[in-house]
């Protein structure tokens, strides 16, 4: 790989989870760092303060495994995708950016946040969340069993449409059916992972 290191032989190093993908913390590497990182999978990198190699974690033991190292366009930017053992941030925190490394999925984790909102707020006259769930789990998991019969109903017909439409209500249901549950995408993530072994 060709790497465009700047007039003090440096070159940026953005640190990504390799499967939240949140960015966790910028470092910069030098030939030498990045051919140790590449050597050893722990991500190693030039440290201006102390002008030495300094791979992370070797203190804390919250080392960052490396997993892939990819250049950017102008080749003077490296992404280093890497799996982190422990926070990163030398504050304790996950990201440099005081932010919760946690998995990301969307406007699906936007909606599980929604619907985790309007069962707190249990206004039952404006939120149909919140007047399902009044109802009890077994109104939920009803739910999610009619919308799941609909589903596979609109698969066996030609109305691409409303295979779709049903499939959302089938997936918004089923969000709150996990959430009346106790558990969120990140559990059902975890279970199919341990299954991918």
Not at 16 to 34: F, I, R
Not at 52 to 65: I, M, P, Q, V, Y
Not at 141 to 161: L, W
Request: proline share 2%.
């Amino acid at each position: 790989m060709i790497i465009k290191y700047d007039q003090n032989g440096l070159v940026p190093a953005i640190i990504q989870d390799a499967t939240t993908k949140n960015v966790l913390m910028l470092g910069y590497m030098n030939e030498e760092s990045y051919q140790k990182t590449l050597e050893t999978k722990k991500v190693t990198f030039f440290s201006r303060s102390k002008q030495r190699l300094w791979t992370k974690g070797e203190e804390s033991g919250n080392f960052l495994e490396l997993v892939d190292i990819k250049n950017d366009c102008d080749k003077d930017t490296l992404l280093v995708r890497a799996n982190p053992v422990g926070p990163i941030c030398h504050t304790g925190t996950d990201t440099c950016w005081h932010e919760e490394n946690t998995p990301n999925y969307g406007f699906f984790s936007t909606l599980e946040y929604v619907i985790a909102e309007r069962v707190a707020n249990k206004d039952t006259s404006k939120s149909y969340v919140a007047s399902l769930f009044s109802k009890g789990i077994n109104k939920v998991a009803q739910k999610v069993g009619e919308e799941a019969v609909e589903t596979v109903i609109e698969a066996m017909d030609n109305n691409d449409e409303l295979f779709l439409y049903e499939s959302a209500d089938l997936l918004f249901h089923y969000l709150m059916l996990l959430q009346a549950k106790g558990f969120t995408l990140k559990d059902i993530e975890k279970e199919l992972k341990g299954r991918h072994k």
